[in-house]
């Protein structure tokens, strides 16, 4: 009797059903980027192909400022993310102390609860110490969730490595420090590159925490977005802009995963 | 007794530190979350158990979900949608999830995993809020859709501020995560206990339901606790893709303290509610489905 394993994959129902799932995920993607070169404003027609959608949406003052406020937003998060998140995960994987496993579980914190429910605890949080909403305290919000995702994502590329390869350089007479940084960050690199890369275009793309912890003057991109589909709905400019941000955000996703497996592999 | 060794510099010099090291390494994470997230959470419990224009005690915020106001429990009916839209959701998404996991996981030669489930779970990292958009463009009446079927001679349907709108909006969100779990699972399922079933004369149905279903159930759970949470708490789609009626409980959130509805006392409550409901799905997770899931995010 032969077995359903040796089936070749063209003729198995689950290709032509994946081939289908395929087509639902990028399709939303594909229409966007069609009606981005639309000539005409209506997306209901093709009227011929133009870039102008692209070169207003440049020129539109208030999308640029935006722009701006996400990149020092996401920048500062990440940055310090980076340091902190390596520094946990290193400590994580080298010392026992009571209470280690509430303190890993609430690093995990941020990846499990609602971003609505950290948006509002944050928000009343900064209403009642009477801080002013304004970036910083984007930033501040930002970096409880990248710090999250580095640590993660640092964690498993330090259980996939030879701590004995640090033991060595310590008892070859490197000092606890240069071992960190000539013999255990180079290894680390990788998944701190990736974890970075991974929390920067959540950082960028995350609308919900962002609003609440916002101030006047510090729209940031999603905001942006959010405001003028309420207000004007579907429009190319908006269309075009899209586009430009998925591209960005789907290729730094896939250098930052090629840079883990790359790690992996080494 | 008197064990003499020669201290090593180096040794020596570790164990001076020996408290400073880890202290210095996990202090600053750990006052970071402790200051804006641990303390922030404690503080909308507080708030919501302070009644809106009154400075005592109560749980007057927490009955106030049942609140019967003309004929209907105005906020228990969002509750209710909001469950309800979580569970098609997740029903959804593992009904499609599962095969396309399984492809990957499974019947495809292994050179190829890894790049086409990227390609799959690529949409993922773009921002749900241009996805969400990106439906608008064609679920609207004179969109995509609408245009396609007249084309074909078939009258438009009108899905958009609607439940449909919203569930198309929420699977689209949400499958890409099913996939990842699923196949995290998949990929370590035994193939050879397929085999063995086959050959003892089992059909595929029963290979199906008696063998993988149980290898893999702690990724079924694992996927059905994300997808649900994340769907439950969603914010985006029924914002963007759902009409006033049908909104789900982060819409009642957000209306309590950016919006109308301007009672924060009240939009603790709820938001502590949807924290305990996260709390209690996640330690059935932890006490039946598989952790790692958890821990690779």
């Not at chain 1, 701590?163 to 007479?173: N, V």
């Not at chain 2, 003499?4 to 570790?14: G, L, R, V």
């Amino acid at each position: 009797m032969a077995s359903q394993i040796k089936v070749p994959p063209i003729k198995r129902w689950q290709t032509w059903y994946t081939v289908i799932a395929f087509f639902y995920m990028y399709l939303p993607i594909a229409v966007l980027t069609i009606f981005s070169f639309n000539k005409s404003p209506s997306p209901s027609q093709w009227t011929g192909f133009t870039w102008e959608w692209y070169s207003k949406f440049l020129q539109n003052p208030i999308l640029r400022a935006s722009l701006q406020n996400s990149l020092s937003v996401s920048l500062v998060a990440v940055s310090v993310s980076a340091v902190l998140g390596t520094l946990t995960a290193v400590g994580l994987a080298r010392y026992y102390f009571p209470g280690k496993s509430l303190y890993r579980g609430a690093t995990y914190l941020p990846l499990i609860v609602p971003d609505i429910a950290i948006a509002v605890a944050t928000l009343v949080f900064f209403v009642a110490i009477k801080l002013p909403l304004s970036l910083g305290t984007i930033m501040i919000a930002h970096i409880v969730f990248c710090l999250a995702y580095v640590t993660v994502v640092v964690s498993s590329r330090l259980a996939s490595i030879d701590p004995k390869l640090e033991e060595a350089a310590l008892d070859l007479g490197a000092t606890p420090l240069q071992a960190f940084l000539r013999v255990l960050l180079p290894q680390l690199l990788p998944g701190i590159v990736s974890g970075c890369l991974l929390a920067f275009i959540l950082s960028m793309d995350d609308f919900v925490i962002a609003y609440f912890t916002a101030g006047v003057g510090s729209t940031t991109l999603p905001i942006a977005i959010f405001s003028s589909l309420r207000n004007g709905g579907v429009t190319p400019e908006l269309n075009a802009l899209s586009v430009l941000l998925i591209i960005a955000s789907a290729s730094i996703a896939a250098i930052a995963e090629i840079v883990r497996s790359w790690g992996h592999h080494q | 007794m008197t064990v003499n060794i020669t201290p090593d510099p180096n040794k020596q010099s570790a164990r001076q530190i020996k408290w400073l090291e880890p202290f210095a390494l996990l202090f600053p994470t750990g006052f970071w979350l402790i200051s804006f997230l641990l303390i922030p959470t404690i503080f909308i419990f507080i708030q919501s158990l302070v009644p809106s224009g009154k400075t005592e005690f109560s749980l007057e915020n927490y009955f106030k979900v049942i609140d019967y106001v003309g004929g209907n429990f105005i906020y228990l009916i969002v509750v209710w949608r909001s469950v309800l839209y979580a569970l098609i959701t997740t029903g959804f998404c593992l009904l499609f999830g599962f095969p396309v996991a399984y492809w990957l996981a499974v019947i495809i030669p292994k050179q190829w995993r890894n790049i086409l489930l990227l390609l799959f779970v690529l949409p993922l990292w773009t921002s749900s809020l241009l996805r969400s958009y990106a439906w608008i463009t064609i679920l609207r009446p004179t969109g995509v859709l609408n245009s396609f079927l007249n084309l074909i001679g078939l009258s438009g349907i009108n899905v958009l501020n609607k439940a449909e709108g919203v569930i198309i909006g929420m699977v689209y969100t949400y499958l890409p995560y099913m996939v990842l779990v699923l196949y995290t699972s998949l990929e370590r399922l035994d193939l050879r206990l397929l085999e063995a079933a086959a050959d003892l004369g089992a059909n595929s149905r029963q290979t199906f339901w008696q063998i993988t279903v149980p290898q893999v159930s702690s990724g079924i759970i694992a996927g059905t606790a994300l997808v649900s949470i994340s769907s439950f708490s969603d914010y985006i789609n029924p914002q963007l893709l759902g009409g006033p009626g049908s909104r789900t409980i982060a819409s009642i959130i957000e209306l309590q303290f950016l919006g109308a509805g301007n009672n924060r006392g009240f939009g603790s409550a709820i938001s502590m509610v949807l924290i305990l409901a996260v709390t209690v799905v996640i330690a059935l997770l932890v006490k039946y489905g598989d952790r790692r899931v958890v821990s690779d995010g």
